[in-house]
């Protein structure tokens, strides 16, 4: 036998039946699919970020290539160099508030 909660989806399914029609569902169901798909896009984003060590030092790479920047850390060498802020050695975290310092330095002028 059915209970409450069962009665309930096969209401909201029947009221989204006839307030939009049969041909809207398939739309409704496509744009829930690619919600869901970017909410879980979204949350191993965030737990890869939150298990990164922020103290682990950061690799040097080639910034004078020309080629697209892929990740954090060349983003935040090559803020660095265009800084003139030297960065072997150095945590990101090191970086980063060098790069603020230098930052309202330079806006303070």
Request: no cysteine; glycine share 6%.
């Amino acid at each position: 036998m059915l209970e409450g909660w069962e009665w309930l989806i096969i209401g909201v399914v029947a009221i989204v039946i006839i307030l939009w029609g049969p041909a809207k569902i398939p739309e409704f169901a496509k744009a829930l699919g690619r919600a869901k798909g970017e909410f879980s896009k979204a949350q191993k984003e965030f737990t890869n970020a939150a298990t990164q060590d922020p103290y682990m030092p950061v690799q040097s790479v080639n910034v004078a290539s020309p080629s697209i920047l892929q990740s954090k850390d060349e983003v935040l060498l090559e803020t660095a160099r265009r800084l003139g802020i030297p960065t072997q050695g150095k945590t990101r975290e090191q970086i980063s508030d060098e790069i603020s310092l230098k930052v309202k330095l330079l806006s303070a002028d």
